[in-house]
Nanobody, 124 residues
Framework: EVRLVESGGTVVQPGGSLRLSCSVS????????MGWVRQAPGKGLEWVSA????????NYLDSVKGRFTISRDNAKNIVYLQMNSLRPEDTAVYYC?????????????????RGQGTQVTVSS
């Protein structure tokens, strides 16, 4: 059984930082590209970031470049999303996803599994 379990979401003030974690089980983790998608209130899903299976390639949504960093620990089967300089518009449910179709630049990328999500709220 494939399982992706996110953690780390909470309420944070604008300008603050959070680190999301995604623990993955049930797959050979090192074979898969992984990513984060988010859904803001009243909006559709959007890709935030993706990382290749070996960690060598990382892609980001333009609005988070320079603020968010994706990483992975292939020994622990964990994907991270470090989020700095958070803005109210980053408020969303963040989902970890296993990428089934990789596209450079994120647009057109597809996933086949995702977790239950973790809520990030940026508010003063």
């Amino acid at each position: 059984e494939v399982r992706l379990v996110e953690s780390g979401g909470t309420v944070v003030q604008p300008g603050g930082s959070l680190r999301l974690s995604c623990s993955v089980s049930g797959i050979t983790f090192t074979k898969y590209h992984m990513g984060w998608v988010r859904q803001a209130p009243g909006k559709g899903l959007e890709w935030v970031s993706a990382i290749s299976s070996d960690g060598a390639t990382r892609n980001y949504l333009d609005s988070v470049k320079g603020r968010f960093t994706i990483s992975r620990d292939n020994a622990k089967n964990i994907v991270y999303l470090q989020m700095n300089s958070l803005r109210p518009e980053d408020t969303a449910v963040y989902y970890c996803a296993r990428i089934s179709t990789w596209r450079s630049g994120l647009n057109g990328s597809e996933y086949d599994y995702r977790g239950q999500g973790t809520q990030v709220t940026v508010s003063s």
